[in-house]
């Protein structure tokens, strides 16, 4: 259970730094350039991938933990 934390955590860090790294790029003095624009937009891909697999393992911890109405719901309530 605690490797499942430490990974989740460890996803959340990730998402943390890149979205900095969104704010440093769209912040920045020197404007927004195709390349800073290709950029950020594949940072926002990889938010969404880490995103993604912090869902799943949280569901796979919630599945294996509750009976699947509870799971279901819970699912429901994290989409929101």
Wanted: with cysteine; charged share 20%.
């Amino acid at each position: 259970m605690q490797a499942a934390a430490d990974e989740r955590m460890a996803l959340r860090q990730q998402i943390l730094q890149l979205l900095q790294q969104q704010m440093e790029a769209l912040d920045s003095p020197l404007g927004l350039t195709d390349e800073r624009l290709s950029e950020c937009y594949e940072r926002q891909s990889q938010v969404q991938a880490l995103r993604e697999k912090l869902q799943a393992l949280s569901n796979s911890e919630v599945g294996a933990s509750t009976s699947p109405g509870i799971a279901a719901s819970v699912d429901a309530a994290a989409s929101v």
